[in-house]
């Protein structure tokens, strides 16, 4: 038996040594190698008429009595045929293979979308009051949660929603459009819908009326804010480049002439030297780079604003507040803004006709409250408006966007066209919020957010919804 | 030129024998053999009748009595009636500070070292309950928290207790007090994205300098020297500022240091998701900043709804103390229960369990809850070991029972997932830092023994109403 | 409705059998004619004409067969949309103006409610303007026996029975902390002593001269009320009864009937499906309006909801009209738009269970009340 201590060393040696043996062993032997593939030879392309979308995917075939277009556009007994989740067809007879799906129907329209909504995001996300311009709904968005109110919108026939965190804030923040009942990687269709900003609202209409006026003048500076921020942008890539240019001329200058510049400061050296001086360099001079604007996300997102790029929507109630919000918006010519709420609107239909100002608003229920600023609203305030030639938008204002057909009924109560209100939950929002080249009707080349029903858009109730590619039977 | 084979042994053994000689004389009392009737390695099977040697702090030799020659001048533990075990290893806690959150948001620049109370009753407890390496991070109330440490539960001072310092960072998805899970995602953002810009500022103005001196060079007719980079180019998997080699790492603010060297992939990362929302984001935000290799999840037991992108992602995760996971649905009023690890084991994701501050739900509770749950004993004890040392970067130090690693081994009466063990002695790097025999407070509870210097308590027999005084 | 549209020929000759018809109209006396005249939930006449004279209703038909019967001095209103009978709310504590709770004591049973009514307060306007035209005066949920009820109209304060019912209420808030019940065990017991002792408003029911309602909530409250029922071998309207649905056919082999709280938006699935159940068992039920806060617009508005569910729309105008007043034991006087009944009657802008239509007149004793955008010449 070896002492103790030795074997100790013997075992470290053998622990450390044996990677060194393997410095002086063979290579391990090398992998098999697999053979490489012979590439096929090249086939000559040939000419085929350009297709919409890929003709592998199995189609589906939406069959109906009525298929409701656009808005007042009706084609009887239509055929619908969709292909790799958009639109690529629609007419009578269009051709099938084995392997489509076909679903028959009464009716087929475009799925309703919310314009007003909060389902999709937490319930504290949505009443946060500590959001900015560029606090974003998509990054709260999430599929996960209030199981049922998404499921129910899906049967109701409410496939997409604007949904907005800070719905009561100042400033809310930029909404997004989701598919709430959509898994993941379905769910958010654009992460920059709109900003949201409240006006005589965030104080729970706690604030007098000059407190509420103040508001509108607040968000007025804010757009001129976004303008100027945009500008200083603009100037300094300007300025920036001719910076550069001037910089480069004068780069070039000096390389060229810096053979004669080394002669000359070695003479001066030479020079300082036998005069026993101290040599000073030569000082040089040149512009300064222009300073970079600090970037700032929120004012980013003005600046879009105030450039037409997003759409402002702005809930307001009372006259006051509406008044000096149409003032105080008067002056940017590109901005396009979307009032919300508007209880007290009537007296402003011509203005907001006349400036196409579209208005978003929530009929309200037998039953429900109007809290605040929303008490004293009517839902005759549907008829008014639509008489003037305002855009009128419904939204559910909360997760419950299965209501929304039902609060489309109460807006037809309220003397809003029938037809009118179809274009509201369809192409009408679609168009708002920049949508509408992708969703809203059923036409070729869209995406098939879709809806088969039993009966008429708002009166039946859908049998199956073609959403997020795929078709589900209800 | 290939060095002769025997002229490397030959130096080796030499330079071996010429050490352990010295060492041997230091290492005299630095001895320890430990006996159990069963030992537990969790790397391979159990060992029946086994004998652990420990050296130095590490293990020597582990094996069968038969098999393994004990060192004459060792001291012995344990005996044929206990098990020995592997020190638990906590993953991920927040116990054992004074104050487990700031209330700043963004705090990478401050240290928990300077918050971990040694005398916190947490620490005893570990010993108690054979917790031997402590993963301390900041709690979850937070957006960026303070750099974390590893201890082992032994030492008066906090620099005693450091098995690593300056260890891990926390970042919590879900919303700190006060915020939404928006306004959340936007601080964080800010945090990063002001990095950034910070950055890129930094560079950009090193630059402009650069190229002015290298213009002035040009003018005055004097010839440039390219002199060393000041600093370093930015490494990592994640966004990257170009040139920031010109910029001397100094300059850089020490409050956002950590974030860049977080970004390099220089730093663990523990991210907090509260629900199952917050895995996906999770997942993504530690992508877009190039800390997907070194991040581990701390969930809540809720996310195992998003177990499918865990799985997806290749990351690992520490658990909730609360392993079961119960839902009731709003319209049918059912009740569902979800065995949360069970989830996690399904799909291959490598999980460790944490405890909760308490015995009932330490994590010798947690793995037993597992096993009856239907886990084997193997996959509860690694959550506890093994796989938690792994997810700490000490997977080749602590966790399991091999030689070359630190002697960290509980003896326990019985099996350590039984409820009836006790931990008798608890063994870290080869010191006995806990004997059930001289802890007071157990046997305060236990047997009844009054601690030395308590006052004796007068019993009165307590006077019952009588059956006379009730009418 | 589209239960049953009868047609003119039968619905004439059904109608014009009715004895008032024999009377001769006075010169007060004038005609509605609409598209949709709904006598009740089964019946629907199309281009109906009601005659109405000194307050009630002279004769109903087929404009075509009526029309020309008629003099010439007789003033004729023509309507677009539909014509039905004022809604009845199954329970209301509209005009209460000292509150709908006298909570002192735990039994107040011989309280006659209608000495507290006040016909002139403006809630009632509102519930007029709602088109509810009568309703069920009850008391609050403070007491176990809260008073003697009455039946009273919303316009003009008449009072169709006076003392109507015995309000009782088996459930919290009446089991208060302070006085004696505060247990379920202590009210069930101390209401059977009463009927067992047969004295006041409780000896009136016993003998079948008061009407019963019983307020309740959860399922075991119905299932505790159902059984003292039994017991005392007493019939009764079961108030704020939701989950009656459960026990549907215990429910009509008893002869009880439902008098439910008011549905809206975010009424939960369970809730159609507990009226499918009372629907298909035949039990009769009603909305009320005592428990909500909601205005009077929520009958007709969650009606038109349950319809959209797909209930059966007949039973559903019923439950509004019909049923209640034979649930208050009025139906001699209102709930169906009849001859010999009271002309309180309504005018919609299209069919009333449809939730696009608005109120456009209100009729009560014959006099208009509410006009809003009306055809009313």
């Known amino acids: 038996m070896l002492p103790t201590s030795l074997t100790r060393s013997l075992t470290l040696l053998l622990a450390v040594g044996a990677p060194l043996w393997a410095l002086t062993d063979d290579p391990a032997p090398a992998p098999v190698e697999t053979p490489e593939e012979t590439p096929a030879p090249e086939e000559p392309v040939e000419e085929e008429p350009v297709e919409v979308v890929a003709p592998a995917e199995p189609a589906t075939l939406l069959r109906a009595e009525r298929v409701h277009v656009r808005p007042g556009e009706v ?16 007419g009578q007879g269009l051709e099938v293979d084995e392997d489509t799906i076909i679903v028959e129907g009464k009716e087929v329209c475009a799925g309703f979308i919310d314009p007003w909504s909060t389902l999709g995001i937490d319930s504290a996300s949505a009443s946060d009051l500590g959001t900015e311009a560029s606090t974003a709904t998509a990054k709260a968005a999430s599929p996960f949660g209030e199981k049922y109110a998404r499921q129910w919108a899906r049967e109701a026939g409410v496939l997409m929603t604007r949904t907005q965190v800070g719905q009561n804030a100042f400033v809310g923040g930029l909404g997004a459009i989701l598919r709430p009942s959509a898994s993941a990687e379905h769910l958010v269709v654009l992460d920059d819908a709109n900003l949201n900003v409240t006006c005589g609202v965030s104080r729970g209409g706690r604030g007098d009326v000059f407190d509420r006026v103040m508001e509108a003048d607040r968000i007025g500076s804010m757009i001129s804010g976004g303008l100027s921020y945009r500008e200083a942008q603009v100037e300094y890539a300007y300025e920036l480049k001719e910076w550069e ?225 795929e078709v589900v039977e209800l | 030129m290939t060095i002769p084979r025997t002229l490397v042994q030959g130096a080796l053994c030499a330079s071996l024998l010429l050490g352990s000689l010295q060492v041997a004389d230091a290492a005299a009392g630095d001895k320890l053999v430990i006996e159990a009737g069963r030992i537990i390695t969790q790397a391979g099977d159990d060992i029946v009748d086994g004998v652990i040697v420990i050296e130095n702090g590490r293990i020597t030799a582990i094996g069968a009595a038969a098999d393994v020659e004990k060192p004459w001048d060792a001291p012995v533990l344990g005996g044929p009636d206990f098990v020995a075990s592997p020190g638990f290893v906590e993953a991920h806690s927040d116990s054992g500070m004074d104050r487990s959150n700031e209330n700043l948001d963004v705090t990478p620049f401050l240290n928990v070292r300077d918050s971990i109370d040694p005398v916190s009753f947490y620490f005893e407890d570990c010993k108690r309950w054979g917790i031997t390496t402590i993963n301390v991070q900041q709690g979850n109330n937070t957006v960026v928290a303070g750099n974390g440490r590893i201890v082992k539960p032994t030492g008066m001072t ?18 700190k007090g006060g915020k939404s899970r928006a306004t959340q995602r936007q601080a964080l953002e800010r945090a990063f994205g002001d990095l950034r810009s910070e950055l890129e500022e930094l560079a950009t103005d090193a630059q402009e300098t650069k190229d002015y001196e290298r213009r002035e060079a040009l003018a005055q007719g004097r010839d440039l020297e390219e002199g060393k980079a000041p600093g370093r180019a930015m490494t990592g998997t994640g966004w990257k500022v170009e040139g920031l080699e010109n910029v001397d790492r100094a300059e850089i603010d020490e409050k956002i240091l950590p974030l860049l060297e977080m970004v390099e992939g220089r730093h663990d990362v523990f991210l907090y998701c509260g629900a199952p929302m917050d895995v996906q984001p999770a997942i993504d935000f530690a992508a877009k900043n190039g800390l997907t290799a070194r991040t581990t999840l701390v969930l809540d037991n809720s996310c195992w709804k998003a177990a499918d992108a865990i799985a997806a992602s290749g990351l690992s995760v520490v658990l909730d103390s609360n392993l079961v996971h119960v839902e009731t649905d709003v319209v049918t009023e059912e009740e569902t229960e979800t065995f949360v690890p069970g989830v996690f084991a399904e799909k291959g994701i490598p999980f460790a369990l944490s405890s909760a501050n308490s015995s009932t739900n330490s994590l010798w509770f947690q793995a037993a809850v597992c096993v009856g749950h239907g886990m084997s004993p193997k996959d509860a004890m690694a959550a506890v070991t093994t796989t938690a040392a792994e997810i700490i970067g000490l997977g080749d130090q602590v966790g399991s029972l091999e030689v070359g690693k630190l002697a960290n081994v509980l003896l326990l009466t019985g099996d350590p997932l039984d409820m009836t063990s006790f931990v008798e002695q608890a063994v ?33 027999e307590a006077e019952l109403p009588s059956k006379d005084d009730a009418k | ?43 629907v006449i199309e281009n109906g004409l009601v005659l109405v004279d000194g307050g009630k209703i002279l004769a109903v038909g087929p404009a075509a067969d009526l029309q020309g019967t008629l003099a010439d001095t007789i003033r004729v209103i023509e309507h ?88 009782l209420c088996l459930a919290p808030p009446a089991l208060r902390g302070n006085r004696f019940p505060t247990s379920y065990a202590g009210a069930v017991h101390a209401v059977e002593a009463r009927f067992t002792e047969g004295q006041g408003a409780f000896g009136k029911v016993v003998a079948g001269e008061l009407g019963l309602e019983v307020a309740v909530s959860a399922r075991h409250e119905i299932r505790r009320a159902l059984d003292l029922l039994k017991r005392t071998g007493l019939k009764a309207t079961l108030r704020g009864a939701d989950r009656a649905g459960d026990f549907a056919p215990e429910l009509a082999e ?124």
């Open chain 2, 428 to 460: 870290v790097e080869g010191s006995v830092i806990y004997d059930r025999t001289k802890d007071v407070r157990n046997k305060h509870l236990y047997e009844g023994v009054e601690p030395r210097g308590a006052a004796a308590v007068e019993t009165e």
């Open chain 3, 80 to 167: 677009e949309g539909w014509l039905t009978a004022g809604i009845v709310a199954a329970n209301g504590t509209y005009g209460m103006v000292s509150g709908a709770d006298d909570s002192t004591r735990a039994f107040l049973g011989d309280l006659e409610l209608r000495d507290g009514f006040d016909p002139d307060d403006s809630s009632l306007a509102k519930a007029t303007g709602a088109g509810v035209t009568s309703f069920g005066l009850t008391s609050g949920r403070g007491n176990v026996a809260g008073g003697t009820g009455a039946v009273v109209k919303t316009s003009g304060g008449t009072m169709l029975n006076e003392s109507s019912h015995l309000a």
């Open chain 3, 254 to 377: 008893a002869g009880h009937a439902v008098a439910l709280s008011p549905l809206g938006m975010g009424t939960s699935p369970w809730r159609y499906e507990s009226i499918t159940a009372l629907v298909e068992a035949g039990v009769p039920f009603a909305f009320g309006l005592a428990d909500t806060g909601s205005g009077a617009d929520c009958l007709r508005f969650g009606a038109a909801l349950a319809a959209r569910e797909g209930i059966d729309r007949g039973a559903l105008w019923n439950s509004l009209t019909a049923s209640p007043a034979a649930m208050l034991g009025v139906s001699g006087r209102v709930g169906r738009v009849a001859a010999g009944l009271d002309a309180d009657l309504v005018l919609w802008s299209g069919d009333p269970l449809e939730l696009t239509t608005t109120l456009e007149a209100v009729y009560v004793d014959g006099a208009q009340v509410e006009a809003t955008e009306g055809d009313a010449k």
């Open chain 2, 158 to 175: 906090v620099e005693e207790m450091t098995m690593r310092p300056n260890y891990g960072f926390k970042i919590s998805i879900a919303p």
């Open chain 1, 75 to 90: 084609l009887e007994n239509a055929e619908v045929l969709i292909r790799g989740g958009f639109i690529v067809a629609v």
């Open chain 1, 245 to 469: 240019a001037a910089i480069a001329e004068k780069e070039a200058e000096l390389e060229k002439d810096f053979k004669k510049a080394k002669k000359d400061r070695e003479k001066e050296i030479e020079k300082a030297e036998e005069k026993d001086k101290e040599f000073k360099e030569e000082r040089y001079k040149e512009d300064k780079r222009p300073r970079t604007p600090r970037y700032d996300a929120d004012s980013e997102v003005f600046a879009r604003v105030a450039h037409g790029e997003l759409p402002l929507v702005v809930e307001a109630h009372g006259a006051a507040e509406l008044r000096a919000l149409l003032a105080a918006t008067e002056g940017f010519g590109r901005l396009r803004l979307v009032i919300s709420g508007a209880t007290g609107a009537a007296p402003f239909a011509k203005q907001l006709a006349e400036r196409d100002i579209a208005v978003l608003l929530q009929p309200l229920a037998p039953g429900a409250r109007a809290n605040g600023e929303r008490s004293g609203f009517d839902n005759s305030l549907f008829g008014t408006l639509a008489e003037a030639g305002v855009e009128v938008l419904i939204g559910t204002g909360g997760d419950r966007a299965a209501d929304l057909p039902i609060l489309a009924h109460l807006a037809i109560a309220g003397g809003l066209e029938r037809e009118a209100a179809f274009e509201a939950l369809t192409l009408g929002a679609a168009r708002t919020f920049d949508l509408a080249d992708r969703f809203g009707s059923v036409e070729v080349g869209k995406v098939a957010e879709l809806l088969v029903l039993d009966g008429a858009p708002l009166q039946g109730r859908p049998t199956h919804v073609f959403t997020a590619g």
């Open chain 3, 1 to 43: 409705m589209g239960i049953s549209t009868l047609t003119s020929a039968l619905a004439g000759a059904l109608l014009l059998a009715a004895p008032a018809a024999a009377e001769t109209p006075s010169a007060e006396a004038f005609a509605l004619i609409a598209d949709h005249v709904a006598v009740d939930g089964g019946t």
